[in-house]
């Protein structure tokens, strides 16, 4: 019985862990920045977040109804039926760290897009933004579509296209990089929302 308790225990412990560990979200100023739940879906749920020290609660959403909790006169918070804040024409002021039920979500707002610029064949590195850490997943524009690429997390990376070159890795810092580049890698890559616009020359110029 005794056993049986620890188990438990350890267990509730490795869930409050997981929820704790933030999730990270970048945006650019004036577009409409999602910030979900964990892997909450339904329910109650309160979102709050950090402001001059304090926590603050924004909005409380249970069954589709919304009660909020902050004067909001531009109409700027709001939720989705999966339980995720949504807050619109995002700025500087709204970058920090959100809470929701035990998630932690630090939301970073980008001014504009970051330019790399790298010659044909060589490897290019793509950085998050300001993101060094957490989990992030890296994707792009193809084709008028936004495929994901890669989730790192911890040191930990999950390819979610086909790579048998192997061409595309991440870093310690979450950066994305490229092998071999070509003109074909050139165009808007996306981490978290944060866009990096790469530019491949030619080996001519």
Excluded: F
Aim: net charge neutral; hydrophobic share 30%; aromatic share 4%.
């Amino acid at each position: 019985m005794k056993l049986l308790l620890l188990m438990c225990l350890l267990s509730s412990s490795s869930v409050d862990t997981a929820q704790t560990e933030p999730l990270h979200v970048s945006q650019r100023e004036g577009r409409l920045a999602v910030l979900h739940c964990g892997n909450l879906t339904s329910g109650k749920v309160t979102w709050n977040r950090d402001v001059s020290g304090q926590t603050v609660d924004i909005l409380t959403t249970h069954n589709g109804e919304m009660t909020k909790h902050i004067a909001d006169l531009d109409r700027r918070y709001g939720s989705q039926a999966d339980l995720a804040l949504t807050v619109l024409r995002v700025s500087q002021s709204d970058a920090g760290r959100y809470y929701c039920s035990g998630a932690t979500v630090e939301l970073s707002v980008t001014d504009q897009p970051l330019h790399v610029r790298q010659r044909e064949g060589n490897t290019v590195a793509l950085h998050c933004g300001k993101l060094t850490r957490g989990t992030v997943t890296w994707s792009r524009d193809v084709g008028g579509q936004t495929v994901d690429i890669l989730t790192t997390r911890n040191g930990e990376t999950t390819k979610h296209i086909a790579d048998p070159d192997r061409r595309y890795g991440s870093g310690a810092d979450l950066a994305l990089t490229v092998l071999r580049v070509s003109q074909s890698d050139t165009g808007r890559y996306y981490c978290s929302g944060a866009p990096v616009e790469l530019t491949v020359m030619s080996r001519n110029v």
